[in-house]
């Protein structure tokens, strides 16, 4: 009798395989996945007889998409806000006063309907940029990890470190903010560096992404939300650990003129006096550069991550991609969070990526192809959190993460060119299969690891449980609303530099 096989091994037969982005496709393919790795990729090709074996004669297989920046925290607010700016918008969804605390059991819930999303449109791999604030329990937090452990997704999860209050971190809060609402605010607890640093350092032991599926990865929010000895910190654990790092960088026009009255400079500039930046920085949004920011992340060798739909929902402004990929910084793409984009659909977002970089006043040339796009969505992220030799591509070496979508959708009926189908037809209805790890997670379309139903059911009825708080946290921020917009409008009138690339 033959052995059962062991975790992670898998044969696929008869695929038509996209390797990566810029690879021609390869009909007719057999893959086998030895103990989550992809060991031979090719024609008829031998394998052991007891592995499972899937026929993939109705599949197009594809790395799986990787998420580079979302934050599960914000699962609950999905749909609920429209037409408000990053500055007024940001304290609903991290209010002051917190909306109230979450037991595991609700923030595991909460984590699935992202993680739940993402499988169901082709994305393997997120990185979850979760605010536990102010509670910071090990409890939720352990929920975060044990939410993608179960379900089956790679990811990376952090603790989103500030020790800088968000609702200060805006210039003219005290001229603009009534004392009473200042007095009230500043009552709440300050965050406590050293427990943050505690916290940092747990994670960093217990969950490197070197040894889990499911890691961690370290966060200082933003530069005006963390003091330079708490990010001076955080890079040196990241540098001690071997960890990647993510942090958000001006994704506003209003930050970029913080950047100017808080330290006098680019925030850009600051971080590197910091010695902040390094290669295993991804920094999210980088929407408002000069051209000598984009100078010194190149020369740093930080990436940066993309956000196209949640920029535009935002009305924060557009990456100028190109002056960036041919500054050389590495790219990767990311949906951000349903606070504001309302989806974890990577496939929308890889499409906006190509769609939105097509214009009349610029050469069709300089224009982002689906296949630049869908290199971002891959190898991009893979390289941006440290793992460009394990990921973001089908091959030989490589980890078994990919999606099989069924070809007799209709978004790839009558079939021309599979990649351009994808990038621009695709929406996730045609997702049949994903593999994470070695691990079918998902097969004819259901997922396996999870009765989906039932979680479903149960986060219907949590969200009905937590709909009071939630109206009544919202009702309190829109006190403070009109003094937030004052803010906004005052810094509006502010000037920036005018070789600023995020405009429009």
């Not at 078994?400 to 994808?422: C, E, H, I, K, T």
């Not at 986060?459 to 009109?482: F, G, M, T, W, Y």
Request: aromatic share 6%; proline share 8%; charged share 15%.
């Amino acid at each position: 009798m033959a052995p059962p096989p062991a975790p992670g091994c898998l044969v696929i037969k008869n695929a038509l395989v996209l390797p990566s982005a810029h690879e021609p496709p390869q009909p007719h393919t057999d893959l086998v996945i030895e103990a989550g790795m992809v060991t031979a990729l090719g024609t008829n090709l031998p394998h052991p007889t007891h592995y499972p074996v899937v026929d993939g004669s109705h599949y197009i297989l594809t790395p799986g998409l990787i998420n580079g920046h979302f934050h599960s925290h914000e699962h609950f607010h999905k749909g609920r806000f429209d037409n408000l700016p990053l500055e007024l918008w940001m304290h609903f969804v991290r209010p002051p006063v917190p909306m109230t605390d979450l037991t595991p059991d609700q923030v595991y819930l909460r984590t699935l309907i992202g993680a739940m999303e993402a499988l169901h449109t082709g994305t393997t791999f997120v990185v979850d940029d979760v605010n536990q604030a102010p509670q910071l329990s090990m409890d939720c937090i352990e929920a975060v990890f044990r939410a993608y452990d179960d379900i089956g997704l790679r990811a990376l999860v952090s603790v989103s470190l500030y020790d800088l209050p968000f609702y200060r971190a805006v210039p003219f809060f005290d001229q603009e903010m009534p004392a009473h609402h200042r007095q009230a605010l500043d009552r709440q607890p300050a965050p406590d560096r050293d427990r943050l640093l505690a916290i940092a350092h747990h994670l960093a032991k217990t969950r490197h992404p070197h040894h889990h599926r499911v890691g961690y990865v370290v966060a200082p929010s933003a530069p005006q939300r963390c003091t330079p000895a708490l990010l001076e910190d955080l890079a040196a654990l990241a540098d001690t650990y071997d960890l990647p790092m993510i942090m958000h960088l001006l994704e506003t026009r209003l930050q970029a003129v913080t950047g100017q009255l808080f330290y006098q400079r680019s925030m850009v500039d600051y971080l590197q006096d910091l010695g902040v930046l390094s290669q295993r920085l991804a920094l999210q949004h980088c929407v408002w550069l000069t051209p000598q920011d984009i100078e010194q992340l190149a020369q740093s060798g930080a990436s940066a991550v993309y956000n196209p739909l949640s920029n535009l929902k935002l009305g924060s402004g557009r990456m100028a991609v190109r002056a960036l990929t041919e500054a050389g910084i590495n790219l990767a793409l990311a949906s951000d969070g349903c606070g504001s984009r309302d989806s974890v659909n990577m496939l929308s977002v890889v499409q906006a990526a190509a769609l939105l970089n097509k214009s009349p006043h610029t050469p069709p040339e300089t224009w982002v192809s689906a296949a630049e796009a869908f290199h971002w969505g891959t190898v991009g992220g893979a390289q941006a959190f440290g793992q460009g030799r394990t990921l973001g591509r089908l091959g030989v070496g490589y980890r078994a993460d990919l999606v099989g979508y069924r070809r007799d959708r209709l978004a790839f009926v009558p079939l021309n060119q599979p990649l351009n189908q994808l990038v621009y037809a695709e929406t996730g209805q045609a997702v049949d299969l994903v593999v994470v790890d070695g691990a079918v997670v998902l097969e004819q379309g259901r997922l396996t690891t999870l009765d989906e139903q039932a979680m479903i059911a149960n986060i219907v009825d949590l969200h009905q449980q937590l709909l009071p708080a939630l109206e009544r946290s919202e009702a309190s921020v829109s006190q403070l609303l009109p003094y937030y917009r004052r803010i906004y409008n005052r810094c509006l009138q502010q000037a920036t530099d005018p070789a600023m690339l995020g405009k429009g």
